[in-house]
C-alpha cells in the first residue's frame, strides 16, 4: 500500500513538475525578444569608450538623465575588479555608473556590499546605498515591473496550482469511502459525470465537479476551506488580465520607446512612435522627443507645440504645460528678434502650470527665464520655491544646466504612474493574455465565475438532501455504513474500536490487545504514507491526513518559490539586471529548498510523537 501511494504520489508530482516547466517555457516563448544591447549611434564618435566627462556632456546636450548601457559596462567592470580585490578601483567605478544612470539600482547595491561592516560607519554607509538602491528602482519603470511581474506570476500560478492539489488531496482521502458507498450503491458511481463534462471547460471545473460526490464526506472544517477555494478561483480568473501585461508588455514596442523617452535613458536606438492610435502618454513621450532634437531641426519644436496643445485639448496636466513653455523658450533662442513674445508666452504656460501643481521644474524654469531678463529678485524668489519643493532635482538641473535649449529649461517626464498605466492598457497583440486565461478556463471570465458559484450551489443543496453514507474508523481505518454497523458511529469509531478504547469491559484481554495492535500499525502506516506524501509534494499529506489550514499554507509556499525560481530562470529580463536576477534566482531556489526542509522536519518531528 505504502508503495502504490509513493508511485502514485511521484506521478502527480512529475505530472505537476512537467506542467508547470511547460508553463514557464511557453511564457518565455511569449516573451522572447533579443535583450537589449547597446547599438551604434552616429552622435556618438566613439559609442561605449568615450570618456565619462564626455558622456556627461552628451548627456546634458540630449536632455538625458540615464546612460543605461554605458553604466552597465562600468557595473561589469567594477564587478570584476571587486572580485579580483580591487575594491578601491571598482568603487571608482560603480560611483562613475550610478553618475551616468541615477536609476540603475545595482551599482549602489554594490556599493552597499563593499561599503559594509559591523562597525557604525559601515552600516550607516550600507544603508544609505540601500536607500539610494530603492529610490532607483523605484524610478527605474523596467526593473519595478519586472520583479512585479514575476512575483505577481509566481503567486497567482502558485494559488492555482495549490488549489488543485489541495483539493486532490481532500478529494483521495475520502476515496476509500466513497468507493465503499459505490459498492452499495451503483448508482452514485453517475455523481462522477459531471466532472468528466466539466473537465472539458477548465481543469479548475473538473476538479471542483469532482468534489460533488465527496461532499457528505467532508467535515465542517473542510467545507469552509472549499468554499474558500471555489471563491479564490474566481478571483483568479477574475485577475487573470491583470497580470496578463506583465507577459506582453515587453513586446509592445510603442511602451518600449516611451520608456526610453521618458526614463531619459539612450540605449543605441532610434525612438519610433507611430501617430497613429496615440495615447496620452505616447504623444507627450513623442513631443517630448521632438522637443530634445529640436536643436538639430527647428521645426520639430513647432510639431511638439502643436502635440502639446492637442493634449491640452483633452485633458489640462501641468507637466504638458511646462513642457510647452519649454517649446516656446527653445523657439525664443533660435530667433532673437521674437525671442521676447517667445519668453513671455512661455511664462504665461509655466504660470498656468502652476495653478494646476506646484511643479519644482516650473519654479527653476521661471527663475531661468527672469535672470535671463535680468530680472534676479524674482528669479531668486522662484529659484527658492524649487529648491523648497524638491531640492534634489534643483541640485541634478544646476549640474547639467547651460544654454541650449536642453540644459537652459528642464522638462517633466511621466512618472512610473503612467507608464505602469500605459503598460495595462489593453492591446490586441498581447498574445500571452490569451495563454495565461487559457491556463485557468478554457471559457470567458464571466461564465467561469458564474460557472464557479453554480458549482458551488449545487454542492450545497446535494450536501443537505443526500444521506450520510458510509464512513472510515479513525483508529482502525477500516471503512463501515449502516448495512455494515448497525450503529450511528461515534466520533467517525467503529463499534470494536469503542470497545476497545472506552467500553473495555465489553472485550476480553486477547481480543482488545489484538485490536489495539492493530490501531498502532494502522497510525505507524499513516504516519509513513504522510512522509512518503510530504517527500513527493509539501502540503499535501497534512490535507490528506485533516489539517488543511496548515497543508494550504505549505503548498502555497513550496509552489510560489517554485514558480518563483523557475520564472526568474526563464523569462527573459533587461541587460541590466543580469546580476540582480542571478540574485533573484539563488534566493527563490532558496526559499524553495527552506520551505521543502521545514515541512519535512514538522512531519518528521511530529510523527515520532504519534502524531497521527
Given at each position: 500500500m505504502v508503495k502504490r501511494v509513493f508511485l502514485q504520489n511521484t506521478l502527480k508530482f512529475a505530472i505537476i513538475f512537467f506542467i508547470s516547466f511547460s508553463i514557464c517555457v511557453h511564457i518565455r516563448t511569449a516573451l522572447a525578444e533579443d535583450i537589449e544591447k547597446p547599438a551604434a549611434d552616429n552622435s556618438l564618435k566613439s559609442d561605449l569608450y568615450l570618456t565619462v566627462s564626455e558622456l556627461m556632456e552628451y548627456r546634458a546636450e540630449e536632455g538625458l538623465k540615464n546612460l543605461e548601457p554605458h553604466a552597465i559596462v562600468l557595473t561589469n567592470k567594477g564587478l570584476k575588479a571587486y572580485n579580483e580585490k580591487r575594491e578601491k578601483e571598482a568603487v571608482s567605478f560603480f560611483e562613475t555608473a550610478s553618475e551616468l544612470s541615477p536609476d540603475l539600482p545595482s551599482p549602489y547595491l554594490y556599493l552597499a556590499k563593499i561599503n559594509f561592516s559591523l562597525s557604525l560607519k559601515g552600516i550607516y554607509t550600507s544603508a544609505v546605498y540601500l536607500l539610494d538602491a530603492w529610490r532607483a528602482f523605484c524610478n527605474n519603470f523596467r526593473w519595478s515591473f519586472q520583479t512585479?511581474?514575476?512575483?505577481?506570476?509566481?503567486?497567482?500560478?502558485?494559488?492555482?496550482?495549490?488549489?488543485?492539489?489541495?483539493?486532490?488531496?481532500l478529494i483521495s482521502s475520502k476515496a476509500g469511502i466513497y468507493i465503499h458507498d459505490i459498492g452499495e450503491d451503483r448508482r452514485k458511481i453517475l455523481l462522477l459525470l459531471p466532472s468528466i463534462v466539466l473537465v472539458f471547460l477548465g481543469p479548475i471545473f473538473g476538479i471542483a465537479g469532482l468534489i460533488l460526490p465527496f461532499w457528505i464526506y467532508m467535515k465542517t472544517r473542510e467545507k469552509v476551506f472549499i468554499y474558500c477555494t471555489f471563491l479564490v478561483s474566481a478571483c483568479i480568473i477574475l485577475i487573470s488580465p491583470m497580470i496578463s501585461p506583465f507577459l506582453g508588455a515587453n513586446n509592445d514596442k510603442t511602451l518600449r520607446d516611451v520608456i526610453k523617452i521618458n526614463e531619459g535613458i539612450y540605449t543605441g536606438e532610434i525612438p519610433d512612435i507611430t501617430r497613429e492610435g496615440r495615447s496620452y502618454e505616447a504623444s507627450f513621450a513623442y513631443a517630448l522627443h521632438l522637443k530634445k532634437k529640436g536643436q538639430y531641426n527647428i521645426t520639430n519644436y513647432e510639431e511638439a507645440i502643436k502635440i502639446y496643445k492637442d493634449i491640452l485639448n483633452q485633458k489640462q496636466d501641468?507637466?504638458?504645460?511646462?513642457?510647452?513653455?519649454?517649446?516656446?523658450?527653445?523657439?525664443?533662442?533660435?530667433?532673437?528678434?521674437t525671442g521676447a513674445a517667445y519668453y513671455n508666452e512661455a511664462v504665461t504656460y509655466y504660470n498656468e502650470a502652476l495653478k494646476l501643481e506646484k511643479l519644482a521644474s516650473a519654479y527653476y524654469n521661471l527663475s531661468q527665464i527672469y535672470r535671463e531678463v535680468f530680472d534676479f529678485g524674482d528669479a531668486d524668489k522662484y529659484y527658492q520655491d524649487a529648491v523648497k519643493i524638491d531640492p534634489q532635482k534643483v541640485a541634478f538641473y544646476n549640474s547639467v544646466k547651460g544654454m541650449s535649449a536642453n540644459r537652459f529649461v528642464m522638462d517633466e517626464h511621466l512618472g512610473?504612474?503612467?507608464?505602469?498605466?500605459?503598460?495595462?492598457?489593453?492591446?490586441?497583440?498581447?498574445?500571452?493574455?490569451?495563454?495565461?486565461?487559457?491556463?485557468?478556463?478554457?471559457?470567458?471570465?464571466?461564465?467561469?465565475?458564474?460557472?464557479?458559484?453554480?458549482?458551488?450551489?449545487?454542492i450545497n443543496v446535494y450536501g443537505r438532501y443526500a444521506s450520510r453514507g458510509a464512513y472510515k474508523c479513525r483508529r482502525c481505518g477500516e471503512v463501515y455504513c449502516s448495512k455494515c454497523e448497525k450503529r450511528i458511529s461515534h466520533d467517525e469509531v467503529c463499534l470494536m474500536c469503542f470497545r476497545t478504547l472506552v467500553r473495555i469491559s465489553e472485550l476480553g484481554t486477547k481480543e482488545r490487545i489484538e485490536r489495539i495492535l492493530d490501531i498502532q500499525?494502522?497510525?505507524?502506516?499513516?504516519?509513513?504514507?504522510?512522509?512518503?506524501?510530504?517527500?513527493?509534494?509539501?502540503?499535501?499529506?497534512?490535507?490528506?491526513?485533516?489539517?488543511?489550514?496548515?497543508?494550504?499554507?505549505?503548498?502555497?509556499?513550496?509552489?510560489?518559490?517554485?514558480?518563483?525560481?523557475?520564472?526568474?530562470?526563464?523569462?527573459?529580463?533587461?541587460?541590466?539586471?543580469?546580476?540582480?536576477?542571478?540574485?533573484?534566482?539563488?534566493?527563490?531556489?532558496?526559499?524553495?529548498?527552506?520551505?521543502?526542509?521545514a515541512a519535512l522536519a514538522n512531519v518528521f518531528r511530529r510523527t515520532t510523537r504519534k502524531w497521527l
Open positions: 512585479a511581474g514575476v512575483l505577481s506570476l509566481s503567486l497567482l500560478l502558485a494559488l492555482y496550482v495549490s488549489i488543485i492539489f489541495f483539493l486532490l488531496a501641468a507637466k504638458v504645460y511646462n513642457n510647452l513653455a519649454n517649446c516656446f523658450v527653445a523657439l525664443g533662442s533660435h530667433d532673437k528678434d512610473n504612474k503612467d507608464l505602469w498605466s500605459l503598460a495595462f492598457k489593453w492591446h490586441s497583440y498581447y498574445k500571452p493574455a490569451v495563454f495565461l486565461d487559457s491556463i485557468f478556463s478554457f471559457i470567458n471570465r464571466e461564465f467561469s465565475i458564474i460557472l464557479l458559484l453554480l458549482i458551488a450551489a449545487v500499525q494502522y497510525r505507524h502506516k499513516n504516519n509513513q504514507r504522510l512522509k512518503i506524501l510530504t517527500s513527493v509534494f509539501p502540503g499535501s499529506g497534512h490535507v490528506y491526513y485533516g489539517w488543511p489550514g496548515t497543508g494550504f499554507l505549505i503548498l502555497l509556499s513550496f509552489t510560489f518559490f517554485l514558480f518563483s525560481t523557475l520564472l526568474w530562470f526563464y523569462i527573459p529580463a533587461p541587460a541590466s539586471m543580469n546580476q540582480i536576477t542571478r540574485c533573484f534566482r539563488w534566493i527563490s531556489a532558496s526559499g524553495l529548498i527552506l520551505s521543502y526542509i
